[in-house]
């Protein structure tokens, strides 16, 4: 079972990187296509950011959970 947790974790993680380039033309698009202060395309342009890191932290969670069902953490 510790296994298929380790492979979940990086599938999570491939899943979730191959998703990036979407999630980035997404932002592009809707940073160029309204009206936005420079506080709101800030944010804007950091949900690329917050997106990659809760996919990383979530992969690294699982991976972690996995290793701590076999003893080794």
Known sequence: MALGRLLEGFI???I???LV???ADAVGTAKASSNL???DQTLLGLV??????GVMV???QIG???L???GLI
């Open 16 to 18: 979730g990187t191959n």
């Open 68 to 70: 701590a069902e076999i």
């Open 64 to 66: 972690v959970a996995g």
């Open 48 to 53: 690329t950011l917050f997106f990659v890191l």
């Open 37 to 39: 202060s420079s506080t």
């Open 21 to 23: 380039a979407p999630v």
């Open 58 to 60: 979530a992969g690294v």
């Open 12 to 14: 999570t993680v491939l």
